[in-house]
């Protein structure tokens, strides 16, 4: 029984040593993605201050607990002591866990709002949810396309299975984009972890987040709602590049994809919901 644990054990502390550094899911890994946003970034650094918390009370309450139970216990203490209140220690007790809390709530709220609105959007993606996969249109460059899963037989090498898409989403790195979420059947979410976004696709409505990307490469997210039977099979594949290239990318794709005032069905389309 030892010999077997102990190896079990070692390979467990080590899969716990093994830092998440990776921008893409990694087997075995823990923690966070590599955050590719600003956003990311803050949502990485609270949760290290956060955590840092947590262990902080946990050790000393675990050791205020067995500190009571090996001195307090029977057979050391026969005789207890009879007193049942003490105003100051409740008071304290009351007043320092809410001082904690007010205090990561302060860098926490300012998080939320950062996240919540980007100023001055250079460009814009819509991102429109359907069962099962996912539609992007670029209001800015005139060009829309849809993005499917890659199916397992279709793989090419560098491609990863039940994350890559057929189309991938190309945006520029270091520029402020807005991104515009809805759906046109049912509940989906856009997710993707290196950027720190995760949002709602909802019928009938236009939600909004914003990634700023930090460095080129390949980004991979999920649909993070459950939408139906192929709910996992409508991934996101983001590839970043520089500005000059997206442009490049832009002008090319305006001749491969549709445009979208090429969509006359927008005019004639009767109001459904
Ligand atoms: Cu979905």
Not at 76 to 94: D, G, K, Q, Y
Not at 118 to 129: C, E, F, P, S, Y
Not at 146 to 161: G, N, S, Y
Request: glycine share 4%; net charge negative.
């Amino acid at each position: 029984m030892r010999g077997t644990s102990l190896p079990l054990l070692a390979a467990l502390l080590m899969v716990a040593a093994v830092p998440a550094l990776a921008s893409e899911p990694l087997p075995w890994a823990i923690g966070f993605q590599q955050g590719a946003s600003p956003t990311m970034e803050r949502i990485t650094t609270l949760s290290t201050i956060v955590n840092g918390v947590i262990v902080v009370v946990v050790i000393l309450v675990t050791a205020l607990v067995a500190y009571v139970a090996w001195r307090f216990n029977a057979t050391r203490n026969p005789v207890p002591a009879t007193w049942s209140h003490n105003t100051i220690l409740e008071i304290a007790w009351t007043a320092i866990p809410a001082i904690i809390l007010a205090v990561i709530a302060v860098p926490s709220f300012r998080l939320l709002y950062f996240m919540d609105r980007v100023q001055d959007a250079d460009m814009t993606l819509k991102i429109i949810g359907h069962q099962w996969y996912w539609s992007y249109e670029y209001p800015d460059q005139n060009v829309k396309f849809d993005a499917m899963m890659v199916a397992d037989a279709d793989l090419k090498p560098e491609q990863r299975r039940l994350l890559s898409t057929d189309n991938e989403v190309v945006l520029p790195v270091g520029v402020p984009i807005r991104l515009q979420m809805t759906a046109d059947d049912v509940l989906h979410s856009w997710a993707v972890p290196a950027f720190g976004v995760k949002t709602d696709a909802v019928p009938g409505r236009l939600n909004e987040s914003w990634v700023k990307i930090n460095q080129p490469g390949i980004y991979y997210g999920q649909c993070s709602e459950l939408c139906g039977v192929n709910h996992a099979y409508m991934p996101i594949t983001i590839r970043a590049v520089p500005k000059e290239q997206f442009q490049a990318w832009a002008d090319d794709a305006r001749s491969r994809f549709a445009r979208i005032t090429d969509d006359t069905n927008l005019a004639a389309a009767p109001a459904t919901r």
